[in-house]
């Protein structure tokens, strides 16, 4: 008897339905693509433990009549194409007649739809893959979809799910991009009873994204359109004063569809070369809008993928539509004002690789509390120093470490790891290290340009980068704390607009951004609130050093968890020390390289600069010409 079995209908259909439903995102996707190939211009969806228990997308499309609504849970059913020839000119967001079939496989599925010219609708039934009822029903225009215990009947599916909120961020991602994809349609989300996305609908992008990112990212975007070798693109890029930690605001789309692509992304960023800081990323939405017959999108069950017939007409299309929106833009940074929202120009004509941006003027700007190293109004005397004089003085460093060594870096996977085992760890090996003492041996000579301390001893003469020390010394505090910094209340709570992803980690990490000085509390649907920042960072850098640290948190890469903290500390570190043309006075000169000294064995900030360079007596002769 032979060994190959035929598999019988139910295992067939749950094996196809892996390939389409991965988790709720997966059918909140498949869902509301079918309502907007519908012909549909308002969909809510609704979730409920994210997406596990219960969703629902209802849509006004066309519907559909008894006959349809019966065939439509068949597999490979569509009215999308009907030959393999209609495949090579592809208009429409589905067409493989796959998704509801293989949603309602899983799960409990539930169809009402009604066509505008009948009088009744129908209501269908389907569990796990069986009709269990099919029955006319009244319902209004359209179809609403609704799914009950995803994966109740494949509990192996089930247990590679992750949190209600991780999963609910997922779905929230699918119908932002949706809402941005489509301006014309109005999508409204609705997630455990409360309303967290609403696009209006009105066929305006800047007004999508309103919805979804938030009023400063809007306002801070230039429009794109474009078009070259019959490709336009148009959309939306940041102006060069928008920039994030990572690629999440990075949205492109292929005739409305979401796609990641790794031609696009490289025209992007070689469009905004020399534009953002290194490490910085742009933000954009673009749509691509091309003839469908060049570009194939049946090359992944996900459909997020795609292959072009000309890669090199799409990259081109797409680097000169970013770069002419940059060049049209391309002037002095502007500065709000806070009293009248309105903006002056910078007084002075600078290129745009030095402009500086500001949210709020100087003068409205409260004061750090912490102000390294204040020189003391007379001459220095032993006395007992309030709280206040104590934070204003640079901390003293406690610890003595090695050379750090270089850790590898190594994918890990959610679902197999224990992040929080994994961080308490990182943290436990940071607290292992040893006092130094802090004595300085060399004669501080001065500050040169306010950014380098000069010093000699014992036949050597040394320049140290202030900066560079300082930084090298917070950063050392931090990471022997245990990765804990003082902490500062804000008299004026700071509020961040944040992408679903990034509030979900904000949340998820609060103790861990906590400990590092950041105070957080949700704040409607794409804000949080934080009540307090690491005690040295300045007012007006908190938003972009918490932005920051959720990049690195959220980890673009996957990677070694102690590697993710460590970047996330000298982050802090970088912001809160002593900066270049920062005058200081000869005892804090001598304090500051004392403490520097005494890193054995460290000769470097954290991004790798040196810290310190020498010039040995003989040197110095040999250039003077003393010695020959």
Known sequence: MGKINVLDKFTAEKIAAGEVVERPASVIKELVENAIDAGATTVTVEIK?????????????????KDDAR????????????????????????????????????????????????????????????????ESAGCPDGTTIIVKNLFFNTPARMKFLKKDSVEASAVTDVCNKQALSHPDVSIRLIRDGKDVLFSPGDNTLKNA??????????????SVDYTKNGIRVFGLTGKNNLSRPNRL?????INGRFVVNKTLLAAVSEAYKNELMVGRFPVCILNVEMDPALVDVNVHPGKTEVK????????????????NALTEIAAPREVGILNNKEAFKMPITVKNAEQISFTKPKAEIKKSA???????????????????????????????????????VQRIKEEKIDISKEIQNAIEKAQATEKPDTVCD?????????????????????????????????????????YK???????????????????????????????????????????????????????????????????????????????????????????SAIKAHQKLSLPELEKLYAQASSLEGITTCPHGRPITVKLTRYQIEKMFGRIV
């Open 209 to 222: 994204v309103h919805s979804v990112y938030g009023r400063d990212i809007a306002n801070s975007t230039a």
């Open 249 to 253: 605001m990075q949205v492109f789309f």
């Open 71 to 134: 065939t439509a849970f068949l597999r490979h059913a569509t009215s999308k194409i009907k030959t393999d020839k209609d495949l090579e000119h592809i208009a429409t967001l589905g067409f493989r007649g796959e998704a509801l079939c293989s949603i309602a496989a899983v799960s409990r599925t539930e169809l009402f739809t009604k066509q505008r010219t009948s009088d009744e609708g129908t209501h269908v039934v389907v569990e796990g893959g069986e009709e269990k009822l099919f």
């Open 485 to 575: 910094t003082d902490t500062q209340l804000l008299l004026m709570p700071i509020t961040v607009n944040l992408t679903p992803e990034e509030k979900t980690l904000a949340l998820e990490r609060s103790e861990l951004l906590l400990s590092m000085g950041f105070q957080v509390e949700d704040f409607g649907t794409n804000s949080v609130v934080l009540r307090s920042l690491p005690s040295d960072c300045p007012f007006q850098e908190g938003e972009g050093l918490f932005i920051e640290i959720l990049g690195v948190l959220a980890g673009g890469e996957p990677g070694e968890i102690s590697a993710m903290l460590d970047k996330a500390i000298y982050t802090i570190a970088c912001r």
């Open 49 to 65: 433990d994210g997406g596990t228990t219960y969703m629902r997308v209802a849509d006004n499309g066309s519907g559909m009549d």
């Open 370 to 408: 912490f102000t390294p190293y204040t020189p003391p109004k007379e001459t220095p005397k032993p006395k007992i120093l309030t709280e206040n004089q104590i934070r204003e003085e640079v901390k003293g460093f406690d610890g003595k470490l090695p050379v750090r060594e270089i850790e590898g």
């Open 308 to 323: 072009f017939a000309s890669e090199q007409d799409v990259y081109e299309a797409c680097y000169w539509a970013v770069k």
């Open 442 to 482: 060399v004669k501080i000579i001065g500050q040169l340009f306010d950014t380098y301390i000069l010093a000699e001893g014992d036949g050597e003469f040394f320049l140290m980068d202030q900066h560079a020390a300082h930084e090298r010394i917070r950063y050392e505090e931090i990471r022997r704390s245990g």
